[in-house]
């Protein structure tokens, strides 16, 4: 199971290691590390394969394992979000295993071509694309919600064990009986997770977010909420400016060890083992350094520290010279990453987390899929050395630009869902499908409070938004003037009883709140259905018929 970068916050006074407590989640976790061990395995016996080649080819497995997480991350966030999350991984598991016994079959067939191994390639990727939204958002079903963060550095600890042991291991079984056997090793990995999926049992309380949502309706859905939640924006950013510059490590990394250090598969193998070595010291480190450093200075150490290693890769020629700077690199990756990742967690609420994390999954996997060819073109052009300067100092212009766009905290944000708003009072009922529908909230503010009225509904207008609205609008009186008038439109009716039950947040009630606080009286809601889409209801035989 492949999964992206997890969080290392963990309760004060509680043991990082408490959520293994949990069945599920051990054994899941134990499955994982095997499955991750084989994925690095494989990545290893795939880049070694089409070492032989230009310098682009080899590049290219990595865009084949990320590019289906740009095509495939929000179907598979609304999949996530639509069906039982254990059937998606099942089947993601089960396909992936398919995939990779083809690989092997044909690797001990010696009938592996590039264009083949690269079309297998990108077919794993697409298994991993179905699963990573899924394997995100289902933590909370196998661990306590407090313990989330420590169930994430466990994740990022994984993640990383696999690192330092499975590129090693890799190498040296190409080394001793060629690249088949990593392969049949990787589709072996498959099972354990398997095993432990069709044991699991999810809680009988969960019911898919999105049933009944049509597919290209969720997806807008998820586009709405991220469009309309500026520090999940601000996240993404961050992402977006680290990737590409991160991604000239892993794109010319078997460049580096073959032709800068002179070293075999083997010693590939061990330099991804060290990057992993000093991502399992940062995950347990990471803590420690957010205190020092706080969130927007751990990202910037990080990320000039990456920089740094790859201007060590640049320029020495002497293998443990390179080891050495890579222990950092891993630490400084983990640290960003991880650090990004919990940012977002944050911030999501239950009903579009999937959909949510897909979003954040598309700017991580496809910013290494879209740059990982351009290092290697610009390492034909211009050499390895070069490529690996512009690599860094791309990175260190990302850094510069914290001062300008840095993360903000997420001290205030409750993603908790709050089912406050009170049941309609109409006098017919409506179809799920009727709409669209028209909300009018009318208030009446206190004299002096226009102004700050006004702004304070800013917040509220996001809510509305993120939640289902397709336009807003806020109208002031003009014979009353401290009458004002709040519009939304949203699709329907459905669409509105969603808003009401389960995807306002308390967040979302607290912003409602703070502006309610400058009302002279208590806001009058209304709902108006569009006369024209549908049936005018009469009111007189609505009655009769109540009658």
């Not at 071509?113 to 995100?136: D, E, H, K, R």
């Not at 994740?155 to 042991?165: D, H, I, P, S, Y």
């Not at 002179?262 to 992993?276: E, F, I, P, T």
Request: hydrophobic share 50%; aromatic share 8%; proline share 6%.
């Amino acid at each position: 199971m492949r999964t992206a970068p997890s969080a290392t916050v963990s309760p004060a006074g509680e043991s990082p290691w408490a959520p293994l407590a949990a069945r599920v989640f051990r054994a899941l976790w134990i499955a994982q590390l095997v499955s991750n061990v084989g994925g690095w395995m494989q990545a290893v016996g795939a880049q070694w394969l089409l070492i032989g080649h230009d310098a682009a080819l080899v590049t290219l497995v990595q865009t084949a394992s990320s590019l289906p997480v740009v095509l495939l991350a929000l179907p598979s966030g609304v999949l996530a979000d639509r069906f039982n999350r254990r059937t998606v991984l099942l089947a993601a598991q089960f396909a992936m295993l398919t995939v990779s016994t083809l690989l092997a079959g044909l690797a001990f067939a010696d009938a592996l071509t590039p264009a083949v191994l690269l079309g297998l390639t990108f077919l794993l990727g697409c298994g991993t694309a179905l699963m990573g939204p899924a394997w995100q958002a289902v933590q909370p079903e196998l661990v306590e919600r407090r313990q989330l963060g420590q169930a994430a550095a466990l994740g990022a600890v994984n993640m990383n064990l696999a690192r330092a042991v499975g590129p090693a291991l890799g190498g040296a079984v190409i080394a001793a009986v060629g690249t088949g056997w990593v392969f049949a090793f990787n589709a072996a990995s498959y099972l354990g997770i398997a095993a432990v999926l069709v044991r699991w049992k999810p809680p009988a309380s969960h019911v898919p977010a999105a049933r009944g949502e049509k597919l290209l309706a969720a997806v807008h859905a998820a586009r709405r909420y991220v469009g309309n939640a500026p520090g999940v924006r601000r996240v993404l950013l961050r992402t977006a400016l680290f990737i590409p510059g991160g991604a000239a490590l892993w794109s010319l990394l078997p460049l580096v060890a073959s032709r800068s250090l002179g070293l075999g598969s083997d010693g590939y193998g061990l330099l991804l083992g060290v990057v992993g070595v000093g991502a399992v010291g940062g995950a347990f480190a990471l803590p420690a350094i957010r205190r020092a450093c706080g969130v927007n200075g751990t990202l910037a150490a990080g990320t000039v520290a990456f920089a740094g290693a790859l201007a060590v890769l640049a320029t020495v020629r002497t293998p443990w010279v390179a080891a050495v700077a890579l222990l950092p690199a891993g630490l400084a990756w983990i640290a960003v990453l991880s650090t990004l990742n919990a940012a977002v967690q944050a911030r999501l609420p239950g009903w579009v987390r999937a959909r949510g994390l897909a979003v954040y999954l598309l700017v991580f996997q496809g910013g290494q899929a879209l740059a990982a060819p351009l290092w290697g073109l610009l390492a034909q052009r211009l050499g390895l050395s070069s490529t690996l300067l512009i690599g860094g100092a791309l990175l260190l212009a990302g850094a510069a630009s914290l001062r300008r766009w840095p993360l903000r905290g997420t001290d205030g944000i409750d993603p908790t869902p709050s089912d406050h708003w009170p049941v309609p009072p109409l006098l017919f009922e409506p179809g799920p499908s009727d709409g669209p529908v028209l909300v009018s909230v009318s208030y009446r503010v206190a004299p002096g409070n226009g102004v700050a009225f006004t702004a304070r509904m800013d917040q509220v207008a996001r809510s509305r938004r993120r939640t289902g609205a397709l336009s807003w609008g806020l109208y002031q009186d003009g014979r009353e003037p401290d009458r004002f008038v709040e519009n939304y439109l949203v699709a329907s009716w459905a669409e509105h009883l969603a808003q009401h039950h389960g995807r306002l947040t308390r967040t979302d009630r607290r912003h409602e709140e703070y502006a309610r606080e400058l009302l002279a009286a208590p806001p009058e809601v209304t709902h108006a259905f569009d006369a024209t889409a549908g049936p005018v209801r009469d009111v007189k035989e609505q009655a009769e018929a109540g009658d």
